[in-house]
Every structure is written in C-alpha cells, then in structure tokens.
C-alpha cells in the first residue's frame, strides 16, 4: 500500500519568513495530493491540492509543487504569519478507478510555529 | 448544509468495557474514513468505505475494533474490551469519493480509565 513521509516533524520560522514542507510518497499510480492544515484543537481542514496533471499550483501565500518522477510533493508558505502556527498534513490517493483508490493516505505531520 | 457529525463529542469509559462512535456524513458522500489521533500525533488509518465496495479495514489495530456502515450513510466505530491504550481522538471524514475534498467530523475524544 501507499507510504507518505513527511519532513520535517516540527518547524520554527520567524514571522514573514517562509517555510517549506516536504513529503514523499511511494505509489506510483498516486495521483491527488491534498494538504491539510490542523489549528490546535480543531480538526484538519484543506487548504490546497493538486493533481498529478500539473506540476505546480498558488493560492495567495501558498504554493504546492510536485515532482512525479522523484515522488515527491512540497508545501510552501511565504511571508508567514502567526496564524500560520498549526499542524499541516500531506496526503496522497489513487485515482478512484484503481484498486484502493481514493484511499487517503497521510503523513506524520509537520508542527509549523511562527515566531512574531 | 450540514457537515460532518459525531457523537458523543466525548466519551469517557472504564476499561474493558465496549464503546460505539457515531459519523454522520455528509449526505451523498460515498467515501468515509475512520482515522485515529493521539494526543499531539498524526493521523492513523482506522477504516475505508468507499461506496457499495468491501471497506478497508487494513488500519483496524486489533479484532477489537470494528465499524460498519449502514444504507451507505452512518458509521459505527465500536471497540470492544476498551483499554487505556485506545485513548484517543477518533477523527470521521466523508467525501464525494471522486479523489476531492475529504471533511472531517470534528472527532470524539475518547478517554478510558
């Protein structure tokens, strides 16, 4: 079955600077990889995915790239704010279609601080 | 419209003792995943339904846990003989099942003592 890791577990930037999460996964026929962010006591929520039919993807201050070929997809968060503290997740799944498909799968989880 | 639901919002129960967690989904969602969180952990993979499909159950830790799925809509996560080490935050998410958005529930914290 699919294996997502997520680097690194716990990350500290200093407020407007910016951070990048990494995470690999192993199912090549992976093909939709969300990511989820956790604020404390709350539950997870998405902010952005991406699909493997493209490479790259914006939405204001975040960005997420993916690399097919190295299975590899990253989260980047620029010019950073103390509301960015939370625990961010990747995920990958299969296409619907295929056996297990739709099936998500997550990382360990990266715990963001934004230092003001 | 309604998100996703689960009942109770807490549970606390004595060891060895049988507990039933409750997710309504959003109504129709053909995907629903059970997933287990400790206290400042990550997600754990509990359970997958996906439509009228056999679920996944590839997550559950031991024949003590198990869910179904009723008319494609509500699940049940029960664990039986409940021990301290099942102390948790049991997360449901549902989705269209057309690899989109997956929403959580807002989880049941289940304590056991």
Redesign the interface.
């Known amino acids: 079955?699919e294996n997502v890791e997520q680097h690194p577990s716990t990350l500290s930037v200093q407020e407007g600077d910016s951070a990048v999460i990494k995470c690999t996964y192993s199912d090549s026929a992976s093909?939709?990889f969300?990511w989820y962010k956790q604020e404390l006591g709350k539950?997870?929520?998405?902010i952005i995915?991406i699909?493997s039919n493209v490479g790259e993807k914006k939405d204001q201050r975040i960005a997420v790239t993916l690399n097919k070929t190295a299975k590899h997809f990253s989260l980047h968060i620029t010019e950073t704010q103390p509301e960015d503290s939370a625990v961010y997740?990747c995920a990958a799944?299969r296409?619907?279609w295929e056996a297990?498909?739709?099936?998500?799968?997550?990382?360990?989880?990266t715990r963001v601080l934004v230092k003001p | 419209g309604a998100g996703v639901s689960q009942s109770p919002s807490n549970k606390v129960t004595e060891k060895g003792k049988d507990v039933e967690l409750r997710c309504d989904p959003i109504s129709g969602h053909t995907?629903l995943?059970w997933?287990r969180q400790s206290l400042g952990?990550?997600?754990e993979?509990l359970i997958?339904f996906?439509g009228n499909s056999a679920p996944?159950k590839?997550g559950l830790p031991s024949d003590r846990f198990s869910a179904e799925r009723t008319g494609g809509s509500v699940s049940t996560l029960t664990i039986q003989r409940t021990q301290q080490e099942d102390s948790a935050v049991y997360?449901c998410?549902s989705?269209p099942?057309?690899?989109t958005?997956?929403f959580?529930?807002?989880?049941t914290r289940l304590t056991v003592v």
């Open positions: 079955g093909n939709y969300p539950r997870p929520q998405l995915d699909r997740f799944s296409p619907p297990a498909g739709n099936k998500l799968t997550f990382g360990g989880g | 995907a995943y997933y952990q990550g997600l993979f997958y996906q996944d590839s997360l998410a989705s099942g057309m690899n958005e997956a959580f529930g807002q989880g």
